[in-house]
């Protein structure tokens, strides 16, 4: 029956070669269980609820992308906008973790009608390939940015801004030990190299003291947040603003990382056209919209997932096997609530890294798009606004070509997106 459900023959695949695949993508991406949770609190949302929310959201994503789209891919709280969740909506514009995540649930319900038209073909194909490598950039610059500041390697100074920190903390030197086990982990391509740095300094962190282990299983903690959306503060101009970036953050990301993996993942068909590609962008916004009323920030696709094509995954089972696996975890609560800040900054700094691979298909020998990325890319991390670099480097993008005569490279979908920017821009002064 699965063979038949999930098409093995015609995928020449097996159900033991896609389960194998749905543990190589769990052991790579499952870092989300700690991180998440962790980058939640911050926002004032307490840890049990926001590990339920994470686990219940990415099993319920993966199983929609396995069962209805059938494509091997894994869907969970994105990385970047889960911190543009707590640090910017609910710490910097003052939003309730309750009205953010009403935020979410109306740009999740937005992309979603908005994926059901023919107008995001249009646009996708509208959006100049450099913007797409800047956007990426930016936010990985923006994932260091809090990472580096977590880990007490850059810090507040009134002179400079910013400045190094002090290089006796034994905090910030095991997250630097476990960043550099991450990476030479990866480099070895060890499955879960991430998870495995995290657990390494969050042993160290337990055995010397810095942290308190609290446990290992439990039941799972009842979540105080769950369907809990406050829209109160729908008509603000702040509200607007973050349903704005989401909306444009998950666009990119979703339709980016599907069309990057429709290749090894066998979708792309001989005349260019991806298979199914409307129901896995469909699967993804369905579980956006899920995963703000369970209490997480924005869902997405997972990169993460080429870990899963390279072990052989080619069906939909591989995303239900990666759902089984996260719901597994569900009475691991105490385990990953006793992991220290300082074993998870090291992670985001990493996978920082992994989202800035995307500059090398940078053109630095134009200016009319070396420039663009460059002020996308810089703003975001500086001001602390994704939605900030999104409409500056848009603005740049379409002047400078103005000026340099270039005007008819500037498509439809760009023009728009520069609009939006602008207003955005200009609502922003209220805020």
């Not at 609910?90 to 995540?101: D, I």
């Not at 913007?131 to 880990?151: D, H, K, N, P, V």
Request: aromatic share 12%; proline share 4%; net charge negative.
């Amino acid at each position: 029956m699965l063979a038949h459900f999930f098409g093995f023959e015609k995928h020449q695949t097996s159900f033991w070669q896609e389960v194998v695949a749905g543990i190589s993508t769990f052991l790579t991406m499952s870092f989300i269980i700690a991180v998440n949770p962790g980058i939640l609190s911050d926002a004032g949302i307490d840890f049990g609820s926001a590990f339920i929310a994470t686990i219940g959201a990415t099993a319920l994503g993966c199983l929609i992308m396995g069962l209805y789209a059938k494509w091997p891919v894994a869907v969970a709280p994105g990385m970047g906008l889960n911190a543009y969740f707590a640090y910017v909506v609910v710490l910097g514009y003052g939003l309730t973790p309750q009205q953010a995540l009403a935020a979410v649930f109306i740009s999740s319900v937005a992309f979603f009608i908005f994926s059901l038209t023919k107008i995001r073909s249009w646009l996708i194909l509208s959006i100049p390939a450099q913007m797409q490598i800047a956007i990426t950039a930016g936010i990985g610059l923006f994932l260091a940015m809090i990472g580096l500041t977590s880990a007490g390697i850059i810090v507040d100074n009134p002179d400079t801004l910013v400045g190094l920190g002090r290089l006796d903390n034994i905090e910030l030197l095991l997250s630097l030990v476990g960043l550099v086990v991450m990476a030479g982990l990866d480099a070895r391509n060890i499955k879960g190299s991430i998870l495995i740095g995290i657990l390494v300094i969050s042993i160290i962190g337990w055995g010397s003291g810095l942290a308190e282990f609290g446990g290992i299983a439990a039941m799972p903690p009842e979540s105080q947040t769950a369907f809990s959306l406050d829209f109160s503060a729908l008509a603000t101009p702040a509200f607007l603003s973050v349903v704005f970036v989401m909306f444009f953050v998950d666009f990119f990301d979703t339709t980016g990382t599907l069309t990057a993996i429709a290749e090894p993942a066998g979708k792309r068909m001989p005349d260019g056209k991806i298979d199914n590609l409307d129901k896995a962008v469909l699967a993804d916004t369905s579980a956006s919209i899920f995963g703000s009323l369970f209490g997480t920030s924005t869902m997405t696709s997972y990169l993460e997932s080429a870990a899963g094509l390279r072990a052989g995954g080619r069906t939909g089972l591989t995303a239900v096997t990666v759902a089984v696996l996260f719901m597994g975890c569900l009475f691991f609560a105490p385990l990953f609530q006793a992991i220290p800040a300082f074993a998870t900054a090291p992670a985001l700094i990493y996978v920082a890294f992994a989202f800035l691979r995307s500059l090398k298909d940078a053109d630095w020998a134009d200016p009319a798009s070396g420039l663009a990325v460059m002020v996308t890319m810089f703003v975001m991390p500086l001001s602390f606004s994704i939605a900030a670099g999104i409409s500056l480097g848009f603005l740049t993008f379409v002047t400078v070509r103005l000026i340099a005569g270039r005007g008819k490279e500037i498509s439809a979908g760009c023009w728009l997106l520069t609009v939006l920017g602008i207003v955005w821009m200009l609502a922003s002064t209220a805020l």
